[in-house]
């Protein structure tokens, strides 16, 4: 990671148009070199353990700096932010991954599922369903709850077709997102021990994900998707 990446970003921030980023084209060129090398160290490590991230490169797995302003309010041509995603079946694939977000005073590693779709969701309920004892357990850990706390998402103000509001896990029910973070300090994301920092934390994910993978492993290979 570049030195200067947050201070490129805080900039961005406050000069958010085409004219600014034509003119610091060879600045953010340099950052955007600096998060490509960071996601290539990460993502190197990540395959030891995850053989089906073997056939991804580091463009594969960075999110493009423009924003998509046909339909936002905001009209900003840019992300503030700079944002990384490791899954195997890629940026979009339906099972879990992890993630890194570099934004001056709100970077942040997480993993999991972000808003799954339909099928998905009602597959991962369906292990709840079957499992949510075992999903307790793994984000009862201590390890697990010093890290990253409570399990991130939206949630349902009811219990969900066909699970009764007395569910003994209605809470793990009721999320339509399944993701866990953790924040880093901006001494973090430009120390030399970044990548060492997020493997750390990635690996205390491993059994979270590897239950969300099982609930929608059928998924992932394409049965059943809307």
Not at 45 to 59: I, S, T
Not at 60 to 72: A, P
Not at 140 to 168: C, M, V
């Amino acid at each position: 990671m570049n030195k200067d990446t947050l201070s490129f970003l805080s900039a961005l921030a406050e000069n958010n148009s085409k004219e600014w980023m034509d003119a610091n084209r060879e600045w953010y060129q340099g950052t955007r070199k600096g998060f490509l090398e960071t996601v290539e160290a990460l993502l190197e490590e990540l395959k030891k353990v995850e053989p089906g991230l073997a056939g991804l490169r580091p463009k594969d797995c960075v999110f493009r700096q423009n924003r998509d302003i046909r339909f936002s309010a905001n009209k900003a041509p840019y992300k503030n932010n700079m944002g990384g995603y490791f899954s195997p079946g890629g940026k979009k694939s339906v099972g879990p991954g992890y993630y890194l977000h570099i934004q001056p005073g709100e970077s942040f590693l997480a993993g999991g599922i972000w808003m799954p779709a339909a099928e998905e969701l009602k597959k991962i309920r369906q292990e709840i369903d079957y499992a949510g004892e075992e999903l307790k357990n793994i984000i009862g850990q201590p390890a697990f709850k010093s890290s990253f706390g409570e399990i991130h998402g939206e949630r349902l103000k009811t219990s969900p077709r066909d699970y009764s509001t007395d569910h003994p896990h209605i809470d793990l029910l009721r999320l339509k997102s399944f993701v866990v973070t953790h924040s880093l300090t901006d001494e973090e994301v430009l120390s030399d021990g970044l990548v060492e920092t997020c493997l750390g934390y990635y690996s205390k994910m491993e059994d979270f994900h590897a239950f969300l993978a099982r609930a929608v492993d059928d998924a992932e290979s394409g049965e059943g998707i809307i």
